[in-house]
């Protein structure tokens, strides 16, 4: 990558052409041919199909779904971005039927760039309190969400 800004470029394009407008064309471009997709419970094959699947299954379930960016930094050849996710649970996902209720969470990417492209990521969204907040799972009092 030719130093943080591009670095921070190519996140901020991710998020607005493939998460936000859901352009699944443009993955070849923006992640490596071996890429790691990295998320707690998910088990995804290596490559640009990975972050095509995710974003498929969000945004079938969720056809509204927007990711706002808070704030991105840059470091070497990384770059976490903190942002707030929203969406309306208008399709199924995780065999949990549409309930037409929204969600609003925020969350925290890293990515790991190599030759200009995305190679590794590790994504942390808040799935327990989407879960809850499109009203699949109820909290008990003792952890009702702040």
């Known amino acids: ?16 052409t493939v998460v936000n407008d859901g352009d699944l064309g443009a993955v070849p471009d923006l992640f490596a041919a071996d890429y790691v997709l990295r998320k707690a419970g ?28 808070e704030a991105v930094i840059a470091a070497g050849d990384v770059v976490a971005c903190r942002y707030v996710a929203s969406g309306t649970h208008r399709g199924a996902l995780l065999g949990v039927p549409p309930t037409d209720r929204a969600f609003t969470v925020r969350g ?8 200009g492209l995305v190679a590794e990521s590790w994504l ?23």
Do not use: C
Request: glycine share 6%; aromatic share 6%; proline share 7%.
């Open 42 to 69: 998910l088990s995804v094959p290596r490559g640009p199909e990975a972050i095509k699947m995710l974003v498929r299954q969000w945004r079938d379930a969720f056809p509204d779904y927007h990711v706002e960016i």
């Open 1 to 16: 990558m030719g130093g943080n800004r591009t670095g921070v470029e190519l996140v901020r394009r991710i998020v607005r």
């Open 108 to 115: 925290t990417d890293v990515h790991r760039l190599a030759d």
């Open 124 to 146: 942390a969204d808040d799935l327990p309190r989407i879960l809850t907040e499109v009203g699949f799972l109820t909290p008990s009092a003792s952890s009702r969400w702040t």
